[in-house]
Nanobody, 123 residues
């Protein structure tokens, strides 16, 4: 079992930046691939980014490629999502997820989820 807690969300102006953190506890995080997803208001949850267990491989959705970067620090059992040039459409609840397997962009491959953190982008 692993527990995930996201932090770093908040209110930011369009064009601004935020960094989300996902802290894992319960087991060593280095054996888990991690993913980031978001759910905009009244919409389905969507994939954003994923990082492999080693950190050497990453995947991004086209909508955030070039603006968002995911990274990990296994000494801190934490995964990060750096978000730059935020847009109004980035307003959503952001979730991190983990799977004790290879990197994946598929929501149904992830076994563990955080509670989510709200990101609101204002004009």
């Amino acid at each position: 079992q692993v527990q995930l807690v996201e932090s770093g969300g908040g209110l930011v102006q369009a064009g601004g930046s935020l960094t989300l953190s996902c802290a894992a506890s319960g087991r060593s995080f280095s054996s888990f691939a991690a993913g980031w997803f978001r759910q905009p208001p009244a919409k389905e949850r969507e994939f954003l980014a994923a990082i492999s267990r080693s950190g050497r491989m990453t995947e991004y959705a086209d909508s955030v490629k070039g603006r968002f970067t995911t990274s990990r620090d296994d000494t801190k059992n934490t995964v990060y999502l750096q978000m730059n040039n935020l847009k109004l459409d980035d307003t959503a609840v952001y979730f991190c997820a983990a799977v004790q397997s290879v990197i994946s962009t598929r929501e149904d491959r992830y076994d563990y989820w955080g509670q989510g953190t709200q990101v609101t982008v204002s004009s």
